[in-house]
């Protein structure tokens, strides 16, 4: 789950992720094929990549040579998506903010959250968001800035930088 949220990477895209497409040494993950047939380059961060190289070589003891890198019940296939799902709302369940949302927060919306903390790192920090958003976009694999600003306009706690900045 972290992944997802560190990475901005969508639910399918960290579920087939392929072990081959993973580099540790570069700290890379090639996303291939993913929505609108796009491929790309996700960058990790050192914190990131270290529990992956972490998570990687104990999972090498258990299934050596996978062809997934997060692998399934049947080893040969990939994590399924409504695993991660569940998995998630279990979690968010155990949280204090359970029942008390009106509509329950879902694996994408790490996504939706890494957008918005990355936006408003740069606002805190007087970097120019217009200059960034071209590189948080082809990142995040989108075919336009439109597409990542969509993601932005609508949280609530974003306004207030907004406002500032606008």
């Not at 155990?94 to 903390?117: E, I, M, N, S, Y």
């Not at 606002?123 to 217009?130: P, S």
Request: net charge positive; glycine share 6%.
């Amino acid at each position: 789950l972290r992944l997802f949220y560190c990475c901005g990477l969508r639910l399918a895209e960290g579920c087939y992720l392929r072990r081959s497409c993973v580099d540790m040494k570069k700290g890379t993950f090639k996303i291939l094929q993913s929505k609108g047939d796009k491929d790309r380059l996700v960058f990790l961060a050192d914190d990131v990549l270290a529990m992956c190289r972490k998570y990687d070589a104990r999972m090498q003891v258990i299934i050596p040579d996978r062809e997934w890198f997060f692998p399934g019940w049947h080893q040969d296939q990939p994590i399924r998506k409504t695993s991660v799902d569940k998995k998630f709302g279990e979690f968010w369940n155990k949280t204090p903010f359970a029942g008390k949302v009106d509509k329950k927060p879902t694996v994408h919306c790490l996504r939706h959250t890494f957008v918005v903390d990355k936006m408003n790192e740069w606002m805190h920090a007087g970097i120019d968001t217009g200059a960034m958003m071209p590189y948080l976009s082809r990142y995040l694999g989108h075919s336009s800035i439109a597409g990542t600003q969509y993601y932005f306009h609508a949280i609530e706690q974003a306004f207030p930088f907004i406002r500032q900045h606008d």
